[in-house]
C-alpha cells in the first residue's frame, strides 16, 4: 500500500539573515552555534495522522508545562550534512539511511512513524530553501537536526497522541577544532550507556542524558571523551560518547578494520556502515567483532592493534591516542593520527564533498 505524499505548505521568511552577516557567521561557523532562517514542521495525531506539513520562518516553540516530552521523553532525533560539490549544487549524505534509523528509533518509543520519503523531502526542502548557508570550505558543511517529541498535553505514563516532526539547521564546522588531533578517552567502568533490551539501538534523547555524568568523569580524568563498555561484564567495547569506534589490525595491505559488533545496546551508526564498505573498497578486510578492554591494551602493547579512531556525523573520522581507566593507562600506537585513519578519513570526505566517485550512490543530489 503506498502511502499518500504529504503535501507541504512554504512559508519563507521575510526577514532572512543578510548576505553579510549569514557570510560573517559562515567564516567560523563552529558547531551548532548558529541556526539558518528557516525550519520544517509536521503534525502526527491519532485522528488525523501525518498533517499540517509546513516549511516557516526560524522560530522559537510555545510548550505547554505538562507536555508530555518534558515528563515521559519520548524524544528521538538524526543528524545528517548537507555539502556544497564541485560545481555549486548541494548533496546529502544518505538521508534515506537516517530515515530509515529514524523509524526504527520512534517504533522503539512507542511514536509514529514518519515515511522515509517525508523524511527526505522535508530536509531537501529546508536544505533547498537555506542552501546559501551551506559552505563551500574544506569538510565544512550544513548539519541538519530532524527531530520528534510528543506535544500532548497531559500526565500519565503512557505513549503520547500527538507528536511533532521538526527539521532544523546549523552551519558546521570540525566537530573538533584545531585540526586532526588524537583524542584522549576515559572507559567507564562504573556507568552503563545501555542494557539488553534496553533503548541503546534508538537515537533517542534520554541516552544523552544518561551519558553526560560519565563524560564529566572523563574529563575529571583529563580526557576527551567517554568510552562505553557492556552493561553486565563491564569489559565488551561498544561505543564513544557520540560516536561509534574502530580498531586497525596490522598495517597496510594486510591490515584488517573491524568495529564492534551491533548487539541492540549501540547505536548503528550510518558513518559506522559507511566505513565497513570504504574500508573493503581500499583494499582491507573488514569485521564486525566482540573487542574487550584485555584485547585492547594487549593489543596496543604487542603491536597487534596498530590504530583506533572514532567515527560518527558530526566528527567524521577522528583518532584516538591514548586510554585510561582505573586500572591502566596506555597509547594506541605512537599516539599520533594512524595512516589507516587518515586515509579512510580523507576518501570518506572526498565522496562527501564530491571529490571522489560515489560508487555507492550515497549523495542525495538536490535540484
Known sequence: MTTPRIEFDLTPSANPLPAAE???????????????????TIRWTEAKGWHDAQLTPYAPLEIDPANMTLHYAQSIFEGLKAY???????????????????????????????????FVEACDLLVNQDKEWVPGVGEESLYLRPFMFAAEVGLGVRPANEYLFMVIASPAGPYFPGGVKPLSVWLSEEYVRAAPGGTGEAKCAGNYAASLMAQAQAAAHGCDQVVWLDAIEHRWVEEMGGMNLYFVYGSGADAKVVTPELTGTLLPGITRESLLSIASDLGYRTGEVRISTEEWREGNADGSITEVFACGTAAVITPVGSVKSNGANWTVGDGQPGEITMRLREKMLA???GQAEDVHGWMHRLG
Not at 94 to 118: G, H, I, K
Open 351 to 353: 565522496i562527501q564533498s
Open 22 to 40: 549569514r557570510e560573517a557567521v559562515l567564516a567560523n561557523p563552529g558547531f551548532g552555534r548558529r541556526f539558518t532562517d528557516h525550519m520544517v
Open 84 to 118: 556544497r560539490q564541485p560545481d555549486g549544487s548541494v548533496a546529502v549524505f544518505r538521508p534515506d539511511a537516517n530515515a530509515r534509523r529514524f523509524q526504527r528509533s520512534a517504533r522503539r518509543l512507542a511514536m509514529p512513524e514518519l515515511p522515509v520519503e517525508t
